[in-house]
């Protein structure tokens, strides 16, 4: 019977609008539980995988070009293209979370030093 009336309760509370953010982590707390890997470490293992494709990418151009078959280096020079954008949007959001978190630190830094 208790499993039932707490099942109302959580009913009734979603229907308030009044849940709490403890019983449903966001996807990124979820994500980063099962993942769990430094920064670096994801820096390190994308810039590998990044090395590679550009490798492999450059080497079928290079054959490409040698057989005379330019319509396919074209191609193999748009996947380099869509690597190197890839590239920069990580870039983007590796710098971003570092800002944010360094202003995060200013923030709490500050607050303590005004607390004092």
Known sequence: MATGSAAKEEESSIANGTTTDENQPSIMELLDELIGLDRSTITKILAFAVSVLLIISSLLIYREVSLGRLHLAAVYGGFV?????????VAFVLFEASRLEADANGRSESSCKKSD
Do not use: P
């Open 81 to 89: 293209l869509l690597v190197l954008g890839l590239v920069a949007s």
